[in-house]
């Protein structure tokens, strides 16, 4: 996975992004005309997978397709970066042009056509549509935190480092915690009990059942107690090395919503975490 940066024309506002983008389109409403001067292109991405430094400015607006938008923009320079709708929870607008690297988002679709001007280009090889596109078009409302990482060993020993309760212990969780693991049954409907210590000494007692497991391909936990979830690790070997999935579901847009920039760093440095181990153990892959 890329990831990508980008910020506003006076640099008060930068951002990062950690996942892919969800979808991409041209939007010609007139809106979008006033704020771009011509169509924008944007680019949906799940909301825990930005972190924005800078404090943007903000404008709620209900849109032609009747959602509230906030629009949110540079307060020195005036350039918009994102947008956002309590109607797509989760997710949050990005306006390509504001990347760093804006050729590595393609728009697939026009939106809003019977609104551009009668000069606007649109690529007629795209699909359009006159106004918001049929509710199904959008994507579904995001529940998940989700995340790769290229790791330069094989997919075995990836999974090697998952399934060994003594090196789980070592990199499980976030920068700075520690775990004592009780129990880790390693089969379908097998019990893991462990402590994680937080680096301020707090524990925090943890209790999951392993759903499914396929050696060099699949790991798959249920967290039972306080935040429900079901964490999947998918294993993909890709050229010298292995495209590690990290997912994980929450029952409910909400609850994601709630710590989704919480769980989003958390992620990270547990994928992290995991690589240096599985690093630290066999090496990075040979030339
Ligand atoms: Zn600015
Ligand atoms: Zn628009």
Request: hydrophobic residues 40%; proline residues 8%.
């Amino acid at each position: 996975m890329t990831e990508r940066q980008g910020g506003c024309l006076c640099g008060h506002i930068r951002f990062r992004l950690s996942a892919e983008p969800i979808g991409a389109r041209v939007c010609w409403c007139r809106d979008c005309q006033r704020i771009a001067a011509n169509g924008t292109v944007n680019a949906l991405f799940p909301a825990g997978a930005i972190e924005i430094t800078g404090t943007p400015s903000e404008f709620i607006r209900t849109a032609g397709s009747g959602n509230p938008v906030r629009r949110r923009f540079c307060p020195q320079c005036g350039c918009h970066l994102f947008a956002d709708t309590p109607s797509y929870p989760g997710v949050v607008v990005v306006r390509v042009g504001t990347l760093d690297e804006p050729s590595s988002v393609r728009p697939a679709a026009n939106i809003w056509r019977a609104s551009a001007p009668a000069w606007a280009c649109l690529d007629s090889s795209l699909p359009a549509f006159d106004g918001q596109p049929p509710r199904a078009a959008p994507p579904e409302p995001v529940r998940s935190d989700e995340r790769s990482l290229w790791i330069a060993a094989s997919p075995a020993q990836v999974y090697a480092a998952l399934c060994d309760a003594d090196r789980v212990a070592r990199w499980w969780g976030p920068d700075g915690f520690a775990n004592t693991i009780h129990q880790f049954d390693l089969k379908p409907g097998g019990s893991w009990l462990l402590t994680m210590h937080g680096p301020d000494g707090t524990d925090y007692p943890n209790e999951s059942r392993f759903t499914r497991l396929v050696p060099g391909a699949l790991f798959e936990i249920e967290h039972l107690n306080s935040h429900h979830f079901v964490l999947t690790i998918s294993l993909q070997a890709d050229g010298r090395g292995t495209m590690v999935h990290w997912r994980q579901t929450f029952d409910t847009v909400e609850h994601y919503q709630r710590i989704a920039q919480f769980v989003a760093a958390a992620n990270q440095q547990n994928l992290l975490r995991l690589q240096a181990e599985v690093l630290g153990a066999s090496g990075p892959a040979p030339d």
